[in-house]
């Protein structure tokens, strides 16, 4: 099923057609990611840092802000993240069940320049990035670039949503695709 129906099921006023169009995304992401995995899952530093043999997956869709406006109504206005001023980005998660999370991302600016209005731009509404959270980003982007050669998007570690510490990476899949995987480090608890 295609990403885009999916997507406009998430603001259907049934919860039922909601949360299956929700499983539908979920499962599009793991498609996208599951192959790379595959291939991290043999690395013990990196597979303890990922949370193997379970890892911690939000897919991360990006929709119009009239898409975002909608999903977000139907969905009982879930809590904005707070998104740090220097990102275009608009954000909230949406959990169906204990493990499917999704964040749907929307831009700031339609005609900007930030990595969603892009996305956008280049490929409409569809599954932008796959999510994992990590013990320690710092680490584990280290261990990303040593033992698979893959270099972030960012030099160093950022500041993402809701105090979160993050980075990116534009992977390739065997299949030669390219997926773009966010590590996501959880904010201190206080």
């Known amino acids: 099923m295609e990403a885009a129906s ?3 099921r998430l603001f259907s ?17 793991r498609e996208l990611v599951d192959p790379i995995l595959a291939g991290w899952r043999r690395e013990a ?3 303890s840092l990922l949370y193997f043999p379970r890892p911690r997956v939000t897919v991360g869709v990006a929709v119009n802000p009239e898409t975002f406006e909608k999903i977000r109504a139907a969905n009982g206005n879930v809590v ?28 700031k600016d339609a005609a900007g320049s930030g990595a969603i209005a892009r996305f956008l731009t280049k490929f409409g509404e569809g599954i932008q990035q796959v999510e994992l959270e990590t013990k ?6 280290n261990r990303i ?15 993402g949503a809701d105090g979160t ?7 390739e899949r065997p299949d030669g695709r390219k997926v773009l995987v966010e590590f996501v ?3 201190e608890r206080k």
């Open 6 to 8: 999916s997507i406009a």
């Open 185 to 187: 480090e959880a904010a």
């Open 80 to 107: 904005l993240a707070n998104v740090p001023a220097d990102q275009d980005a608009r954000e909230f998660e949406l959990h169906f069940g204990a493990i499917l999370r999704l964040d749907i991302l929307t831009t």
């Open 165 to 171: 510490r993050v980075n990116f990476f534009l992977v």
């Open 136 to 141: 320690d980003c710092d680490s584990a982007t």
């Open 13 to 29: 006023p049934d919860l039922q057609i909601r949360t299956r169009a929700g499983e539908e995304l979920f499962a599009q992401g």
């Open 145 to 159: 670039r040593s033992a698979f050669g893959v270099e972030p998007l960012y030099p160093a570690t950022r500041a």
């Open 45 to 47: 530093e990196l597979s």
